[in-house]
């Protein structure tokens, strides 16, 4: 399976206001800024995030995005979903031998779970110097 960077920059996008929420709107300018990457690409990414319920906008001059629930609420899942589509590492499985549906669909279920199970509050608080079971967030 491999994410695009739609899931990566989507994740960075959740991650960042994770870490600022409670302080108010975030300009997406200002995500786009400390992380080095396209705004008009982060604008086109917050749209389908708005729309599944997981960012608020605010207008005006102090605008920008809030998450629309804490960030224990949202999983790595529920954005990944949002702007991947469903999670399957192989597609047309039901063409394959059973012993490797059973492969494809262990593959998918195991991918699922670290994604179900990792919330954006997790990532947002993830640092290298207490990661002392040695963690990683590959997927």
Known sequence: MKISTKGRYGLTIMIELAKRFGDGPVPLRQIAAEK???EAYLEQLVSPLRIAGLVKSVRG???GYLLALPPSKISAADVIKVLEGP???VEGIENEEVPQQQLWMRIRDAVKNVLDT???E???NYND????DGYMFYI
């Not at 110097?129 to 002392?132: E, F």
């Open 36 to 38: 080095g990457l396209s």
């Open 61 to 63: 001059a102090y605008g």
């Open 87 to 89: 999670i399957q590492p």
């Open 118 to 120: 990792t919330s954006i």
């Open 122 to 124: 997790d990532l947002a």
């Open 129 to 132: 110097d207490t990661n002392v």
